[in-house]
């Protein structure tokens, strides 16, 4: 049970950023933040990372971090969270919200640099790609826990659980037209920053 509690925090910091970056996309909130990160550079004829990475979304996610991981760090929660939270909530959030957000953003870039478009799979081992979209951040963010201390056996198994998490929500987004909307604005992009509340 204790287990299963301390996975289940691990998670959040990057779950709840998630659905309140859904959220903002889907009610437009923040708008002046609607800025690509790469500044729209072109690097080799494609975007660094293309209009759909935002700066909307990597405030949302490391702020995000950082407010869940506090809340994680209040005296009654003792015990039933992995200990990270209880011994340094502040500088857990920024890592976790930092890394979940690097892991993306190197994705992107990879991809541009390979052609591939957000929306677009690749033509080669589409299915590896999808599941790369839905690990990237998740698989970094499970790297900083364990710099951070946390048991690799307990962050992998946050981890493993959040790409599940991570797969259910790319449905959700889809239905909700979100990937579709930016698609639409002809910004060649899906995702803003991430892709669903796990990314």
């Not at 506090?70 to 890592?95: C, K, Q, W």
């Amino acid at each position: 049970m204790l287990t299963a509690l301390a996975i289940t925090s691990l998670i959040l910091p990057i779950l709840v950023p998630g659905i309140v970056l859904i959220t903002a996309l889907k009610r437009n909130w923040f708008p002046a933040l609607d800025l690509p990160v790469d500044g729209g550079s072109i690097l080799g004829g494609s975007p660094v990372l293309g209009r759909a990475k935002t700066w909307r979304g990597v405030i949302i996610y490391i702020l995000g971090a950082v407010i869940v991981s506090l809340g994680l760090s209040v005296p009654p929660l003792a015990g039933l969270v992995a200990e990270v939270f209880t011994r340094i909530p502040v500088i857990t959030g920024l890592a976790i919200g930092c890394a979940y957000c690097l892991g993306e953003l190197a994705n992107s870039f990879v991809k541009r640099r390979l052609g591939i478009r957000s929306s677009e799979s690749a033509r080669r081992s589409p299915g590896l790609q999808k599941f790369i979209d839905l690990a990237d951040g998740i698989v970094v963010a499970v790297l900083a826990y364990v710099l951070l201390g946390v048991p690799p056996l307990l962050a992998l198994a946050a981890g493993g659980i959040g790409i599940a998490v991570h797969a259910g929500t790319d449905v959700l987004m889809r239905k909700l037209r979100l990937k579709q909307h930016q698609h639409q604005r002809g910004d060649g992009g899906d995702r803003e920053i991430v892709d669903s509340p796990m990314g």
